[in-house]
C-alpha cells in the first residue's frame, strides 16, 4: 500500500524555532530516510519552494490562465512529502509520527494512501 505523507508547513511557526531545533528537524528527518531506505519502504520524498515561487493555473472564461503565486488564504502550505509502500495504514501513520515536524505545535503530516498511480489499472 502506498501513502503520501504531506508535510504542512507554518513559517511563521518554523521562523520561531531556534537555530538548534531548526537544526534537530534536518537531522530527524536525515534518520528517517535512512531508516526507511533500509527497510524498503521509501519511494521518494522531495522538499516543495516557497508558495510565493508557484503560478497557479485557473480557468478565467473557459482558457486555462497562468498567474504567479497561490494566491490562497491559509497559514500552512504543503512543504514536501514522503511517498512509502508499507504493508498498512497504521504503518504509514506510524513513519508520519516519526517525521520531526510531527513533534513541532503548529505543524503537521497528512497521511493519505495513493488510489492510482501512471502504469497501473484502475
Not at 531556534?18 to 526507511?36: F, M, N, S, V
Not at 497504521?90 to 498511480?117: H, N, S, T
Amino acid at each position: 500500500m502506498k501513502f503520501l505523507l504531506i508535510m504542512n508547513i507554518n513559517p511563521t511557526v518554523l521562523a520561531s524555532l531556534t537555530e538548534e531545533e531548526q537544526a534537530a528537524i534536518g537531522a530527524g528527518h536525515g534518520d528517517l530516510i535512512k531508516e526507511i531506505s533500509a527497510s524498503g519502504e521509501m519511494i521518494s520524498t522531495q522538499a516543495l519552494a516557497d508558495p510565493s515561487a508557484s503560478v497557479t493555473v485557473k480557468s478565467v472564461d473557459g482558457v486555462p490562465t497562468a498567474t504567479d503565486g497561490p494566491f490562497v488564504e491559509a497559514k500552512e502550505f504543503i512543504g514536501g512529502y514522503y511517498l512509502v509502500d508499507v504493508d498498512s495504514k497504521e504503518r504509514a501513520v506510524e513513519l508520519a509520527r516519526k517525521i520531526p515536524d510531527a513533534g513541532i505545535p503548529g505543524l503537521g503530516i497528512e497521511v493519505r494512501q495513493v488510489m492510482f498511480e501512471s502504469g497501473s489499472e484502475m
